[in-house]
């Protein structure tokens, strides 16, 4: 009901009795913030950068496997795969025990985009943990700011345990983007 100087959170003025005209404000500004998340969908996922394994394999065969797509895309250069095993020696990537988020030690992709592999055994990741869902960032360099609905998912994805059973169930592209546009509607 009154002006915000910060822009730091999305605001929308209203009147103080909130009538039907600020209602329609509020949704319509909604229903673009989620016609964006959507959007993101299609820019940061490709079908081919979905990887369903149901061999047991290693984590650097799956990371390999990963970065080879993403290059023969064109999306990243020859580098990226060193970038990606160096980042992996200096800490750890998986943020539980269900899913990893490797990336690269440097953002230089040609165009921002996200692998992602999903494994019916559990992967061995680091030391004795293990994964079952990976997310192999690779991101141009000035879309940082881009990502923050994809890093959304990614927090909700650590912190609901039904997301990450209903992604693991995911065996096809599709499906597996049905079940993130149910998640963040």
Known sequence: T??????LL????????????????????????????????DQFFDKDLFFRFNEQLDKETVIKMMCNKL???N????????????????GKTNMNDVFALPHPLNVFAKQTKV??????????WN???TVRIVFLLAIKNGDSLNMEHLYDVFIE??????FQREVMCSKTYDQFIKTLIQHIQ
């Open 127 to 129: 030391g004795d943990e």
């Open 71 to 73: 290059q023969e895309k």
């Open 157 to 162: 994805l650590v912190n609901n345990t039904k």
């Open 10 to 41: 999305p605001s929308i003025m209203v009147d103080f009795a909130l009538n039907n005209k600020d209602v329609e404000s509020i949704n319509r500004y909604l229903s673009k913030l989620l016609r964006k998340r959507l959007q993101m969908f």
């Open 2 to 7: 009154v002006v915000l100087k910060s822009n």
């Open 75 to 90: 999306f990243v250069n020859e580098d990226f795969l060193q970038s990606v095993l160096k980042r992996e020696t200096i």
């Open 115 to 124: 692998a992602v592999a999903i494994l019916d055994e559990p992967l061995k």
